[in-house]
T-cell receptor, first 113, second 111 residues
Framework: ETGVTQSPTHLIKTRGQQVTLRCSSQ?????VSWYQQALGQGPQFIFQ???????GRGNFPPRFSGLQFPNYSSELNVNALELDDSALYLC????????????FGAGTRLSVL | AQSVTQLGSHVSVSEGALVLLRCNYS??????LFWYVQYPNQGLQLLLK??????LVKGINGFEAEFKKSETSFHLTKPSAHMSDAAEYFC?????????FGQGTELSVKP
């Protein structure tokens, strides 16, 4: 148990819709990172939030956006869903140290039809 | 650019045999390296981490990894495989706070 919780566990959407995924970070952690894991692939970094500010972004279009709240929980929003957005979305929390050891939640499985 | 390469997308061993999962990295700065395990339909669990202290790192479930700078490697080993070790294993490199993952190695354990 990492103490990182994600909701919902599964989600089915249709192309063009919008989706919001949620993440509660481990107690004491101030940094949240989001990753997309396509089937059979390693996770790909989407972005990271530190103290409510975006702190780095991977190669994802602007329709992927996020928020971090004062309690350090976070949301990932995806607009105009495409079929290729079908994936496991993973949230990881950490402390903002040089090692940045990240602890992952169980993920949200998104299917876009 | 920093990168991680895992050699072998699939490794199969017999129960009780040595497990060796290979990871090579490319980094222009001293790296922080991690191994994660992913069981079916689950998130990633941290197995062990290298953060520039001892080069031989021990993790959970009997796994260990050795950091070799000269070979730019961080291979994962376990002396004796157990059926419960069957899972996907990911090697990762910390680049400025974000993790760069390898493609993963699926470990199968035969009875």
């Amino acid at each position: 148990e990492t103490g990182v919780t994600q909701s919902p566990t599964h989600l089915i959407k249709t192309r063009g819709q919008q989706v919001t995924l949620r993440c509660s970070s481990q107690s004491g952690h101030n940094t949240v990172s989001w990753y997309q894991q396509a089937l059979g692939q390693g996770p790909q970094f989407i972005f990271q939030y530190y103290r409510e500010e975006e702190n780095g972004r991977g190669n994802f279009p602007p329709r992927f956006s996020g928020l971090q709240f004062p309690n350090y929980s976070s949301e990932l929003n995806v607009n105009a869903l495409e079929l290729d957005d079908s994936a496991l979305y993973l949230c990881a929390s950490s402390l903002a140290t040089r090692e940045n050891i990240q602890y992952f939640g169980a993920g949200t499985r998104l299917s876009v039809l | 650019a920093q990168s991680v390469t895992q050699l072998g997308s699939h490794v199969s061993v017999s129960e009780g045999a040595l497990v060796l999962l290979r990871c090579n990295y490319s980094s222009s700065v001293p790296p922080y390296l991690f191994w994660y395990v992913q069981y079916p339909n689950q998130g990633l669990q941290l197995l062990l981490k290298y953060t520039s202290a001892a080069t031989l790192v021990k993790g959970i479930n009997g796994f260990e990894a050795e950091f070799k700078k000269s070979e730019t490697s961080f291979h994962l080993t376990k002396p004796s495989a157990h059926m419960s070790d069957a899972a996907e294993y990911f090697c990762a490199l910390n680049q400025g706070g974000k993790l760069i993952f390898g493609q993963g190695t699926e470990l199968s354990v035969k009875p």
